[in-house]
């Protein structure tokens, strides 16, 4: 940990395990995306479902997995590297990295075709996360304890 005007900042490499235990048991390998500005998780089969209550989001995270549904939280135009505009949909969530808990906002976007099935933004790496370009997987997936939650 290092510290710049007052605050800690924490390493992690381009690629870390990351766990999101409301939605997946197992840890994730996430991309560390300075480029990018939202969090993006895949999710296959996105539907909207409408109800009287509230509005959710029904997906699957593998192609032939369970169904997953949760409350939309909001919806965020978001261009792609290829400079095409699309509306996703966004839910909260927790995020487990580096023996932090956060409440995280998360599109859902099909990713099948990329390496990477989650993608972590400025808007998330900004709350003190200093990025090593050479390491990759500096923080263990293994959940520990005592866990700390901070916000987003």
């Known amino acids: 940990m ?5 605050e800690r900042l924490v390493m992690i490499g381009w690629r870390e395990w990351v766990g999101i235990p409301e939605l997946e048991g197992s840890p994730l390998l996430a991309k560390i995306d300075t480029g990018a500005w939202s969090n993006t998780l895949h ?3 996105v539907e909207i479902v409408e109800s009287d209550m509230e509005t ?4 699957r ?3 032939d997995g369970g169904w997953v549904e949760r409350p939309l939280h ?9 400079g095409h505009d699309t509306l996703r949909p966004v839910i909260r969530t927790t995020l487990e990295i580096a023996g ?3 409440d995280i906002q998360m599109c859902l ?4 075709r990329m390496k990477h099935r989650l993608i972590l933004g400025r808007r998330f790496l900004r709350g003190g996360f200093c990025i090593h370009p050479k390491r990759e997987c500096i923080h263990s997936g293994e959940r520990t304890v005592p866990r700390i939650m901070l916000g987003s």
């Open 61 to 63: 995270l593998e192609d």
């Open 109 to 112: 976007q099909d990713r099948s």
């Open 56 to 59: 959710r989001v029904r997906f």
């Open 100 to 102: 932090m808990d956060f």
């Open 43 to 45: 999710a296959s089969d």
């Open 74 to 82: 909001d919806w965020r135009r978001v261009r792609d590297t290829g």
């Open 2 to 6: 290092s510290k710049r005007g007052g």
